[in-house]
């Protein structure tokens, strides 16, 4: 397993301004990944976060809105582009670990409200 | 891409009850099947697993299923308690371009009554 943290855990933001959550796990991943989640909704994947390369986004997000860095193997970054209502939301980090990666551990995510 | 189909969306059940919660995918590709638990306010967290070359496994009171010839997979919750009550989400994982990407499913409210 791994651990990781998020921060911030939440903030409130005006519409327009953009805002960069971290997301930091204690041991080294091959695997790091973003995600959506609206209040009582499921998880949404956003991208992949690509250690020394671009991230890989899904469909319905762009680099423009979504921007990702992924500097070494323990860290990434989302950065959440002049945002609007729409994007008040949960966002959640997580790491793959295992052979494969697909064993998922979550950071507490970070509570974002833009008025 | 694959999809993931999860019901019920609510479960209600006595304490000491079972609980089934089942899921369905549509990419016979899809090879790992992990469950998760989020309590209200809480990170997801992974409660069991399952790989496509296994039918079962369980882990004290939880097991989960797979059927891949029906593309479908089950968590069974037995002697339910009041802790267990949570959301809990069923996904598929599939190999894309040299990684794994999960789906999950739409989340099912247990709620388990003392």
């Known amino acids: 397993s791994a651990v990781i943290s998020q921060k911030p855990s939440r903030d409130i933001c005006q519409r327009g301004t953009s805002l960069t959550i971290q997301c930091q796990v204690d041991?080294?991943?091959?695997?790091m990944f973003w995600y959506r989640q609206q209040p009582g909704q499921s998880l949404t994947l956003i991208a992949t976060a690509n250690q020394g390369s671009e991230a890989t986004y899904e469909s319905g997000f762009v680099i423009d809105k979504f921007p990702i860095s992924r500097p070494n193997l323990t860290f990434s970054t989302l950065t959440v582009s002049n945002m609007s209502p729409e994007d008040s939301s949960i966002y959640l980090c997580?790491?793959?670990?295992?052979?494969?990666?697909?064993?998922?551990?979550f950071g507490p995510g970070t509570r974002l409200t833009v008025l | 891409g694959e999809n993931v189909e999860q019901h019920p969306s609510t479960l209600s059940v006595q304490e000491g009850d079972s609980a089934v919660i089942k899921c369905t995918y549509s990419d016979s590709a899809s090879n790992y099947f992990p469950w998760y638990k989020q309590e209200l306010g809480k990170r997801p967290q992974l409660i069991i697993d399952?790989?496509?070359?296994?039918g079962e496994k369980k882990d004290q009171r939880i097991a989960v299923t797979l059927n891949k010839t029906a593309k479908h997979f089950s968590l069974h919750i037995t002697e339910t308690q009041p802790e267990d009550s949570a959301v809990y989400f069923c996904a598929a994982s599939l190999g894309v371009g040299g990684y794994q990407k999960v789906t999950f499913g739409t989340g099912t409210k247990l709620q388990v009554i003392p």
């Open positions: 041991s080294q991943v091959t695997m």
């Open positions: 399952i790989r496509s070359n296994v």
């Open positions: 997580s790491a793959g670990t295992g052979t494969h990666g697909n064993e998922q551990f």
